[in-house]
């Protein structure tokens, strides 16, 4: 069945560094790709999504590239904020039904 | 829209009791799904509709636990008797059905069984 792995946390980072989180996917068909975030308290919110082969998803900074030969879709950002500590979530969507597989979410800290 | 929105936000209660978790979908958006997050199985897919129609219900821990969706702006989900072990926070999403859209997703209920 399809499934989504990310790497372990969590993340320490200082003010400005670069980012990257990795993420792997094994799906049966051509998935849609997505990082959700969940900043404290709250639900997941969708961060960006890439939908075919090579396709570059980007939003507030972040960016993910789906990359089929390899089954990844790694998120990455060029300098971090404070404001960007969250849980990171990825996940897929193989299929007509919309069905989000998850990975298991890391948790990135960002210090002053 | 003011997006999914899910009721109550916090739920304590007690074990035993009965337990009934509410989420109106964004209009217009015809999937809906129910997960739970716990710190130890991170988010976990607990059942889905389209079209109000339940099409896999199988993350549904056991039988305690049941979902409805009686139409496309409304739907339950159901604990009977509850347990600590379902103490989780409980999030609702909706989307539009098809592979490339996105969820979008309610602000969680945090249900605590004492």
């Known amino acids: 069945g399809d499934s989504v792995t990310q790497m372990e946390g969590p993340v320490t980072l200082s003010e400005e560094a670069f980012l990257t989180i990795n993420c792997t996917y094994t799906?049966?068909?051509?998935?849609?790709l997505f990082w959700y975030v969940q900043y404290p308290g709250e639900g997941l919110q969708l961060l960006l999504k890439a939908t075919k082969a090579d396709d570059k998803g980007s939003n507030k900074g972040f960016e993910a590239t789906y990359r089929k030969e390899t089954t990844s879709f790694h998120l990455e950002k060029g300098s971090v904020q404070v404001s960007d500590s969250a849980v990171y979530f990825c996940a897929l969507s193989d299929g007509a039904n919309s069905k989000l597989t998850f990975g298991k979410g890391i948790t990135l800290s960002v210090r002053p | 829209d003011a997006g999914v929105i899910q009721s109550p936000r916090h739920e304590v209660t007690e074990m035993g009791q009965e337990v009934t978790l509410r989420c109106k979908p964004i209009?217009?958006?015809?999937?809906l799904f129910w997960y739970r997050q716990t710190m130890m199985r991170g988010l976990e897919l607990l059942i889905y509709f389209n079209n109000n129609v339940p099409i896999d219900d199988s993350g549904m821990p056991e039988d305690r636990f049941s979902a409805k969706m009686p139409n496309a702006s409304f739907s339950t989900l159901k604990i009977q008797p509850s347990e600590p072990r379902d103490s989780a926070v409980y999030f609702c999403a909706s989307s539009l059905q098809g592979w490339k859209t996105e969820a979008f997703f309610g602000q969680g209920t945090r249900l605590t069984v004492v």
């Open positions: 209009s217009g958006h015809n999937s």
């Open positions: 799906a049966t068909g051509y998935p849609s």
